[in-house]
């Protein structure tokens, strides 16, 4: 597996790739003189419209912390069906990208479904396990997935990863490989060696340079405005108090309180929780000060609460949880606690995380997000390819309905 003096290798532990040299190449501090097709993203702006904004954004999600508390904790290791196989690259003997890759035997925590997939496959006497996934474990947030560091040709070495990913996928006897919740120019760019490219939807809230709350409020029509004034009313009546927790404020505590809340909704959405109790814990000595915990007391006990990352403009919405359940309470903590945040720290966005068109209602708007897909099987792959097809018109279509049926006024008369 090389490319002139570019070498790979698969590396089955977080562990062993030094923080340092990882995060150089996952949040590389920005260079204006070396951007690239591999360095820009179709950003959303407020209207939807695509703008265009450095790779070198700071994505918590990324950062060598958030794979280590993933992979130390027990929560994504070969046991839960996540096996690491970061694919490294070096140049002349320095790291100069990296890929966070799992090998995988089910199709469980990745929120781009492909279960009909691997089902049809078998069926035509295929095995689709394992297949390797290119995500961060559990985590619906669009982020770089080849990480690439500054002062390289990043064309070469982003060509030296994906073909890379293909020939570990041929070494570990994989059915396909699955990058997902890519941006855009790098699905983009994956496409052009050989993956397969699909769509799907999130609702996003952006922020369009708004001082206050009631700045973003005035920009609904009525009947939407008046309804979230009354939501954010009723959520509280009960004597609830909403707090922000971030950086050492979070204590062990706090982590306790919002890990039953955490586990009350996994139990019940998926059976069993993906993330184990440490993970919180090792997220907290790691990296708190990109940590915001919203959480509701009421009778000097903790009710609920959901667990935020901060980005250097983006604010993404995470995991949810409640032992007592209040009208609107879930929208307080969730969306409009999130909202105020990111205008109070200038953040351009808010990610609320996988699915919920119920989110349209409360300001956020529909955002495609994107992934590549490389199908090992010539016959797989061309069913696969004629079925993406139709689904990405299907996509595109519905956003142009649900962004239609948005909350935003659009004439004067809408005040």
Same mark, same amino acid.
């Given at each position: ?22 995060? $150089? ?42 794979? $280590? ?43 781009? =479904? /492909? ?48 073909? %890379? ?29 050989? =993956? ?166 409360? %300001? ?7 992934? $590549?897909?490389?199908?090992? /099987? ?14 990405? /018109? ?18 004067? /008369?809408?005040?």
């Amino acid at each position: 597996m090389a490319s002139s003096e570019i070498t790979l290798e698969a590396v089955p532990d977080i562990g062993d790739i030094p923080a340092a040299e990882w995060d $150089a190449c996952a949040n590389p501090k920005p260079d204006p003189d070396s951007l690239d097709n591999l360095d820009t993203l179709g950003s959303p702006g407020s209207s939807g419209d695509c703008q265009v904004i450095s790779r070198t954004t700071y994505n918590p999600f990324v950062s060598h912390a958030f794979f $280590a508390a993933a992979e130390a904790s027990n929560s994504a290791c070969a046991r839960t069906g996540w096996g690491p196989r970061h694919l490294v690259a070096k140049l002349d003997g320095r790291i100069v990208g990296v890929v966070p890759c799992y090998l995988k035997s089910h199709s469980q925590g990745e929120y781009v =479904f /492909d279960r009909g997939w691997a089902e049809a496959y078998h069926r035509a006497g295929g095995s689709y396990y394992p297949k390797l996934q290119v995500s961060v474990p559990f985590t619906p947030a669009t982020g770089p997935r080849l990480l690439i560091r500054d002062g390289v040709d990043r064309e070469q070495i982003g060509a030296a990863l994906a073909r %890379g990913l293909r020939a570990l996928c041929n070494a570990t006897e994989a059915s396909s490989v699955h990058v997902t919740f890519a941006r855009e120019e790098e699905a983009k760019f994956l496409g052009e060696h050989g =993956f397969l490219q699909r769509t799907d939807q999130q609702f996003h809230w952006h922020n369009d340079g708004y001082k206050t709350f009631d700045d973003f409020l005035a920009t609904l029509n009525s009947r939407h405005r008046k309804a979230i004034k009354r939501e954010r009313r009723e959520a509280v009546t009960a004597g609830i108090t909403i707090h922000h927790l971030t950086g050492p404020d979070i204590t062990e505590d706090a982590w306790d309180a919002f890990f039953e809340f955490y586990m009350d909704t996994g139990s019940r959405k998926w059976g069993r929780p993906y993330l184990t109790r440490k993970f919180f814990s090792l997220i907290g000595e790691s990296m708190s000060r990109d940590v915001l915990l919203v959480m509701a007391k009421r009778d000097g006990r903790w009710i609920a609460g959901a667990i935020n990352f901060i980005g250097s403009d983006t604010l993404f919405g995470r995991n949810w949880g409640a032992v007592e359940h209040h009208p609107f309470l879930h929208f307080e903590v969730c969306y409009y606690q999130a909202i105020d945040f990111a205008i109070q720290r200038g953040l351009k966005v808010v990610e609320a995380g996988a699915q919920g068109e119920h989110k349209l209602a409360r %300001g956020y708007l529909p955002q495609t997000t994107h992934s $590549a897909h490389y199908i090992a /099987d010539p016959g797989l792959r061309k069913a696969i390819a004629d079925y993406l097809r139709r689904e990405r /018109d299907y996509v595109a279509e519905v956003g142009r309905e649900l962004a239609e049926a948005g909350p935003f006024r659009k004439t004067d /008369d809408d005040a």
